[in-house]
Protein backbone atom coordinates (compact mmCIF):
# COMPACT_ATOMS: atom_id res chain seq x y z
CA UNK A 1 0.00 0.00 0.00
CA UNK A 2 1.77 3.25 -0.77
CA UNK A 3 1.81 5.85 1.15
CA UNK A 4 1.79 3.62 4.36
CA UNK A 5 4.27 3.70 7.35
CA UNK A 6 6.99 1.06 7.09
CA UNK A 7 6.88 -1.19 9.83
CA UNK A 8 8.71 -0.48 12.93
CA UNK A 9 9.87 -4.69 13.03
CA UNK A 10 10.67 -5.45 9.10
CA UNK A 11 10.27 -9.18 9.60
CA UNK A 12 6.27 -8.33 10.88
CA UNK A 13 4.42 -9.87 8.51
CA UNK A 14 7.30 -13.31 9.21
CA UNK A 15 5.37 -15.92 11.63
CA UNK A 16 8.68 -16.58 13.36
CA UNK A 17 11.82 -14.24 14.20
CA UNK A 18 13.34 -13.57 11.33
CA UNK A 19 17.06 -14.20 12.41
CA UNK A 20 19.76 -15.55 10.58
CA UNK A 21 20.52 -19.37 10.90
CA UNK A 22 24.49 -18.02 11.01
CA UNK A 23 23.91 -15.39 13.07
CA UNK A 24 21.48 -17.93 15.42
CA UNK A 25 23.99 -20.73 15.71
CA UNK A 26 27.15 -18.66 16.80
CA UNK A 27 24.98 -16.83 19.55
CA UNK A 28 24.02 -20.00 20.58
CA UNK A 29 26.96 -21.36 20.55
CA UNK A 30 28.91 -18.72 22.23
CA UNK A 31 26.25 -18.06 25.15
CA UNK A 32 26.45 -20.99 26.56
CA UNK A 33 22.71 -21.62 24.63
CA UNK A 34 21.19 -18.58 26.47
CA UNK A 35 20.43 -16.95 23.00
CA UNK A 36 18.64 -20.16 22.29
CA UNK A 37 15.91 -18.94 25.26
CA UNK A 38 15.87 -15.61 23.76
CA UNK A 39 14.69 -17.12 20.22
CA UNK A 40 12.57 -19.54 22.02
CA UNK A 41 10.64 -16.25 23.89
CA UNK A 42 10.41 -13.90 20.66
CA UNK A 43 9.21 -17.11 18.73
CA UNK A 44 6.37 -18.00 21.38
CA UNK A 45 5.35 -13.86 21.50
CA UNK A 46 4.95 -14.22 17.70
CA UNK A 47 2.39 -17.16 18.50
CA UNK A 48 0.66 -15.41 20.97
CA UNK A 49 0.20 -12.01 19.06
CA UNK A 50 -1.50 -14.54 16.48
CA UNK A 51 -3.41 -16.10 18.62
CA UNK A 52 -1.61 -19.37 18.58
CA UNK A 53 -0.32 -19.68 21.92
CA UNK A 54 -2.51 -19.21 25.05
CA UNK A 55 -0.36 -18.02 28.40
CA UNK A 56 3.05 -16.05 28.80
CA UNK A 57 5.66 -16.29 26.44
CA UNK A 58 8.14 -15.73 29.86
CA UNK A 59 7.02 -18.89 31.04
CA UNK A 60 6.58 -21.24 28.07
CA UNK A 61 10.26 -19.69 28.10
CA UNK A 62 10.87 -20.76 31.35
CA UNK A 63 9.56 -24.25 31.66
CA UNK A 64 11.58 -24.22 27.70
CA UNK A 65 12.10 -28.74 28.11
CA UNK A 66 8.52 -29.20 28.89
CA UNK A 67 7.15 -26.50 26.47
CA UNK A 68 9.36 -26.81 23.38
CA UNK A 69 6.83 -29.40 21.53
CA UNK A 70 4.15 -27.11 21.09
CA UNK A 71 6.36 -24.61 19.53
CA UNK A 72 8.40 -27.01 16.98
CA UNK A 73 4.99 -28.98 16.67
CA UNK A 74 3.44 -25.52 15.32
CA UNK A 75 6.28 -25.17 13.66
CA UNK A 76 6.22 -28.24 11.51
CA UNK A 77 2.53 -27.73 10.85
CA UNK A 78 3.13 -24.27 9.44
CA UNK A 79 5.80 -25.73 7.28
CA UNK A 80 3.13 -28.60 5.93
CA UNK A 81 0.43 -25.60 5.33
CA UNK A 82 3.34 -23.69 3.61
CA UNK A 83 4.51 -27.08 1.74
CA UNK A 84 7.99 -26.67 3.88
CA UNK A 85 9.81 -29.80 2.88
CA UNK A 86 10.66 -31.19 6.73
CA UNK A 87 12.64 -34.25 8.12
CA UNK A 88 12.29 -33.67 12.04
CA UNK A 89 9.70 -35.31 13.97
CA UNK A 90 8.45 -32.45 16.93
CA UNK A 91 8.11 -35.23 19.35
CA UNK A 92 11.24 -36.39 18.70
CA UNK A 93 13.19 -32.98 18.34
CA UNK A 94 11.00 -32.16 21.95
CA UNK A 95 12.92 -35.17 23.26
CA UNK A 96 15.94 -34.67 22.38
CA UNK A 97 15.80 -31.29 23.62
CA UNK A 98 14.59 -32.72 27.20
CA UNK A 99 17.14 -34.79 27.63
CA UNK A 100 19.87 -32.58 26.59
CA UNK A 101 18.66 -30.69 29.24
CA UNK A 102 18.25 -33.19 31.51
CA UNK A 103 22.39 -34.12 30.47
CA UNK A 104 23.23 -30.60 32.10
CA UNK A 105 21.50 -30.64 35.30
CA UNK A 106 22.89 -33.87 36.04
CA UNK A 107 26.30 -34.93 34.61
CA UNK A 108 27.25 -32.65 31.09
CA UNK A 109 29.93 -30.21 31.30
CA UNK A 110 28.42 -26.93 31.69
CA UNK A 111 30.60 -25.55 28.71
CA UNK A 112 28.81 -28.32 26.53
CA UNK A 113 25.75 -26.47 26.91
CA UNK A 114 26.06 -24.21 23.68
CA UNK A 115 26.46 -27.55 21.18
CA UNK A 116 23.85 -30.23 22.95
CA UNK A 117 21.07 -27.08 23.14
CA UNK A 118 21.37 -26.41 19.89
CA UNK A 119 21.30 -29.54 18.38
CA UNK A 120 17.54 -29.96 18.74
CA UNK A 121 16.70 -26.78 17.57
CA UNK A 122 18.42 -25.77 14.76
CA UNK A 123 16.14 -28.06 12.49
CA UNK A 124 13.85 -25.76 13.97
CA UNK A 125 15.30 -22.74 12.94
CA UNK A 126 16.22 -23.97 9.80
CA UNK A 127 12.40 -25.01 8.74
CA UNK A 128 11.13 -21.47 10.25
CA UNK A 129 13.43 -19.36 7.64
CA UNK A 130 11.80 -21.39 4.85
CA UNK A 131 8.33 -21.03 6.43
CA UNK A 132 8.89 -17.58 6.70
CA UNK A 133 10.50 -17.15 3.00
CA UNK A 134 6.92 -18.68 1.78
CA UNK A 135 4.89 -16.56 3.90
CA UNK A 136 6.66 -13.07 3.53
CA UNK A 137 8.93 -13.45 0.62
CA UNK A 138 11.85 -11.08 0.71
CA UNK A 139 11.35 -10.54 4.57
CA UNK A 140 15.44 -9.62 5.27
CA UNK A 141 16.75 -11.90 8.34
CA UNK A 142 18.25 -10.17 11.09
CA UNK A 143 21.92 -11.50 10.96
CA UNK A 144 23.88 -8.09 11.77
CA UNK A 145 25.65 -8.91 14.91
CA UNK A 146 25.19 -5.53 16.86
CA UNK A 147 27.63 -3.70 19.70
CA UNK A 148 25.60 -5.26 22.04
CA UNK A 149 25.86 -9.04 20.33
CA UNK A 150 29.67 -8.78 19.97
CA UNK A 151 29.99 -8.21 23.91
CA UNK A 152 27.84 -10.78 25.13
CA UNK A 153 29.14 -13.37 22.62
CA UNK A 154 33.08 -11.94 24.09
CA UNK A 155 31.60 -12.95 27.58
CA UNK A 156 29.65 -15.98 26.80
CA UNK A 157 33.02 -17.27 25.03
CA UNK A 158 35.24 -16.08 27.94
CA UNK A 159 33.16 -18.10 30.33
CA UNK A 160 33.10 -21.00 28.14
CA UNK A 161 36.83 -20.96 28.11
CA UNK A 162 36.92 -20.36 31.95
CA UNK A 163 34.25 -23.43 32.93
CA UNK A 164 36.11 -25.67 29.87
CA UNK A 165 39.60 -24.83 32.02
CA UNK A 166 38.31 -25.55 35.22
CA UNK A 167 36.75 -29.15 34.66
CA UNK A 168 40.47 -29.94 33.47
CA UNK A 169 42.18 -28.48 35.99
CA UNK A 170 39.59 -30.27 38.38
CA UNK A 171 40.34 -33.81 36.16
CA UNK A 172 43.93 -32.80 36.65
CA UNK A 173 43.49 -32.72 40.52
CA UNK A 174 41.77 -35.75 41.14
CA UNK A 175 43.82 -38.01 38.62
CA UNK A 176 47.30 -36.60 41.14
CA UNK A 177 44.87 -37.10 44.30
CA UNK A 178 46.06 -40.54 45.52
CA UNK A 179 44.11 -41.24 48.92
Avoid at 19 to 47: A, E, P, Q
Amino acid sequence: MAGAPPSADPGAKAPWWPVSTVKFTVMTLGTLGIYHLYWLYDNWKRMRAAGAAIGSPFWRTFFAPFTAFGLFEKVRRDAQLHVVKTWWSAPGLALVYLVCNVALLVSAPTWLAGPLLLLPVLPVQLTMGRVNDAVAPGTERDGRFSVSNLVILALGLAITFALYRSEQLVDQLYQEWTP
